[in-house]
């Protein structure tokens, strides 16, 4: 996994390490789940609604279309919509996809040889059940567990309407 953005969580003084791509395309893709239309997002409001430069989105999105992510429709009302169920897309799925395969720990423990001691072979297993362990714990969140943990809010569109 390559580490590039970091992203400090509100309840937690731990960072987890995301490359900004990968984190913009779960957002996107949260955002899409969002929606619950069938209407079709475009990018700007995609990019207005998280915040996010609109260039770097569109080879984003273009990205998640290739990987049969998002579908897109052309046209004045055109825009992005899920390709499939968000229950049915996992933040693994789409982080091997951005970023590649969930790879290890590197451990930059140099000897003079270049030939790993007994005391540091000691420590593979225990990199090897951390791996094992994200990998399990990012299949189990699907895009749809993200979006629905995130409060809705009125629509740029709402209008209260205040009656006496």
Same mark, same amino acid.
Do not use: W
């Given at each position: 996994?390559?580490?590039?953005?970091?992203?400090?969580?509100?309840? +937690?003084?731990?960072?987890?390490? &995301?490359?900004?791509?990968?984190?913009?395309?779960?957002? !996107?893709?949260? $955002?899409? !789940?969002?929606?619950?239309?069938?209407?079709?997002? +475009? =990018?700007?409001? &995609?990019?207005?609604?998280?915040?996010?430069? @609109?260039?770097?989105?569109?080879? =984003?999105?273009?990205?998640?279309?290739?990987?049969?992510?998002?579908? +897109?429709?052309?046209?004045?009302?055109?825009?992005?919509?899920?390709?499939?169920? !968000? +229950?049915? =897309? $996992?933040?693994?799925?789409?982080?091997?996809?951005?970023?590649?395969?969930? @790879?290890?720990?590197?451990?930059?423990?140099? $000897?003079?040889?270049?030939?790993?001691?007994?005391?540091?072979?000691?420590?593979?297993?225990?990199?090897?059940? &951390?791996?094992?362990?994200?990998?399990?714990?990012?299949?189990?969140?699907?895009?749809?567990?993200?979006?629905?943990?995130?409060?809705?809010?009125?629509?740029?569109?709402?209008?209260?309407?205040?009656? =006496?």
């Amino acid at each position: 996994m390559r580490l590039a953005c970091k992203y400090k969580f509100l309840d +937690s003084s731990k960072i987890m390490d &995301i490359s900004a791509r990968t984190m913009y395309g779960l957002r !996107a893709l949260v $955002t899409l !789940a969002n929606a619950r239309t069938a209407t079709p997002q +475009s =990018i700007q409001t &995609i990019a207005d609604d998280e915040q996010l430069p @609109a260039k770097f989105l569109e080879g =984003i999105m273009a990205d998640l279309k290739r990987g049969g992510f998002v579908r +897109s429709k052309r046209g004045a009302s055109g825009g992005y919509l899920l390709a499939r169920p !968000a +229950s049915e =897309i $996992t933040m693994l799925d789409v982080i091997r996809h951005l970023d590649g395969p969930i @790879a290890p720990v590197g451990l930059t423990d140099k $000897t003079v040889d270049d030939t790993p001691t007994a005391r540091q072979l000691a420590f593979q297993p225990a990199f090897k059940e &951390i791996r094992q362990a994200t990998i399990r714990v990012l299949q189990s969140y699907s895009i749809q567990a993200i979006a629905d943990a995130v409060p809705e809010t009125p629509g740029d569109d709402f209008q209260p309407i205040y009656q =006496i």
